[in-house]
Nanobody, 123 residues
Framework: QLQVVESGGGLAQPGGSLRLSCAAS????????VGWFRQAPGKEREGVSC????????NYAGSVKGRFTISRDNAKNTVYLQMTSMKPEDTAVYYC????????????????WGRGTLVTVSS
């Protein structure tokens, strides 16, 4: 079965950090761009960051640029999202999704989705 699974969510304090992981099974991520999306209560799912395939090109939403870092470890078939200087408005369910070759910020463009991991930023 082809799937991606997120882990690493939880509670963080404002200004704190968390690292999310996205592990693939049934396929290798090195041919796929991987994006992180998030959905806050009552809001639409939005793109947060994406990392492309071989060239490692990355992009970020303006709201997280300079605070979040996406990276990939093809040997572990895993993509990470390091979140720092977190804010209450980062609270959301975070999803990773894979798309063959190229990044996209559009939900409908992604090929495989995880079930999400909840991130709560609160004191």
């Amino acid at each position: 079965q082809l799937q991606v699974v997120e882990s690493g969510g939880g509670l963080a304090q404002p200004g704190g950090s968390l690292r999310l992981s996205c592990a693939a099974s049934g396929f290798t991520l090195d041919s796929y761009a991987v994006g992180w999306f998030r959905q806050a209560p009552g809001k639409e799912r939005e793109g947060v960051s994406c990392i492309s395939t071989s060239d490692g090109r990355v992009n970020y939403a303006g709201s997280v640029k300079g605070r979040f870092t996406i990276s990939r470890d093809n040997a572990k078939n895993t993509v990470y999202l390091q979140m720092t200087s977190m804010k209450p408005e980062d609270t959301a369910v975070y999803y990773c999704a894979a798309r063959y070759r190229h990044c996209s910020g559009l939900v409908g463009d992604m090929d495989y989705w995880g079930r999400g991991t909840l991130v709560t930023v609160s004191s």
